[in-house]
């Protein structure tokens, strides 16, 4: 368990807990799984490859909701330094 200074700070972290989705996953490709657990209850996102698609899991989604497919793209190359200026 995390101590928190005050109630404010508790009740920031409880809401970017909540606040955690599909794009967690989405960034960080090398994260395949991220559980959550707060006084509600435990919640799992999971992520995995489906061909062209990158499936996400969400235990705790509303609306019967649980999977939701994302086509994504990546790129890689070098930056010019001058645009770092």
Known sequence: MLPLRD???EELAARLLTAVDDALL????GLTEVVIETDGGVRTLTRRQDGA???VEDSGATGGE???????????????????A
């Open 26 to 29: 989405l960034t960080l490709p």
């Open 53 to 55: 698609y990158v499936v």
């Open 66 to 84: 649980g999977a939701t497919r994302w086509r994504v793209a990546a790129d890689a190359g070098r930056t010019d330094p001058a645009l770092l």
């Open 7 to 9: 109630g404010a700070a």
